[in-house]
């Protein structure tokens, strides 16, 4: 499989634990976006790399979240002293920065807070 | 910042019939519109966009147009079939950075 991928598909967390999600975008695209998804809703964007270098941060992403992508490749997002609020899916989606703009999305990572 | 707005939250037709999808957005720098399909638990897949220089694009079923003064887009499914079942969103993206989505709309399509 060739698209963006992610991981974990899923997680389960009680609390206040701290989680991290992976994603793994198409291999030659240089942007590369997270976007959280609640139920009933369109996706919100969070965040987006061009290469390694961190772009742009939403009002959404407090101090609480963190991304990174050390080597311009795949990218983590850390959720820190996670909160019930903080449930939803997240979504990674990559581009290339000269084609058509066209944003590819991976499966997700479906975060519960309990 | 860039609001898009979306309409119906939800659209229930007939097999065979057609569904309109009608999206507005407020900023005049936004240039890129597409629209994604997602099925329950999945990821959303882009169907059709269209750019601020072209008003309106088909791929067989499926057409978007796009009204610059108005500021709206609008998707248009013919010939819907069951398998058209999801959830739509459109999206806006004002210079080369972030999406902007719509609400969506759940579209049902009865045999």
């Known amino acids: 499989d060739t698209g963006v991928s992610q991981d974990p598909r899923h997680k389960i967390t009680k609390r206040g634990q701290n989680v991290t999600f992976r994603c793994d975008p198409i291999s030659e695209h240089n942007r590369l976006y997270w976007y959280r998804q609640t139920l009933g809703q369109g996706p919100e964007f969070l965040t987006y790399f061009q290469n390694e270098a961190q772009l742009e941060k939403s009002r959404l992403l407090s101090d609480r979240f963190s991304a990174e992508r050390p080597k311009g490749s795949f990218s983590t997002l850390e959720i820190q002293r996670t909160e019930q609020g903080d449930s939803a899916m997240y979504l990674c989606a990559s581009s290339l920065v000269l084609a058509d703009n066209e944003q590819f999305f991976g499966p997700g990572t479906r975060l519960t807070v309990l | 910042g860039e609001n898009v707005e979306q309409h119906p939250s939800t659209l229930s037709v007939q097999e065979g019939d057609s569904a309109v999808i009608k999206c507005t957005y407020s900023?005049?720098?936004?240039?890129?519109f597409p629209w994604y399909k997602q099925e329950l638990g999945k990821r959303p897949q882009l169907i059709i966009d269209?750019?601020?220089?072209?008003g309106e694009k088909k791929d067989q079923r499926i057409a978007v147009t796009l009204n610059k003064t108005a500021k709206h887009f609008s998707l248009h499914i013919t010939e819907t079939q069951p398998e058209d079942s999801a959830v739509y969103f459109c999206a806006a993206l004002p210079g080369f950075q972030k999406l902007v989505f719509g609400t969506g709309t759940r579209l049902l399509v009865s045999p």
């Open positions: 269209i750019r601020s220089n072209v």
């Open positions: 900023d005049s720098a936004s240039n890129y």
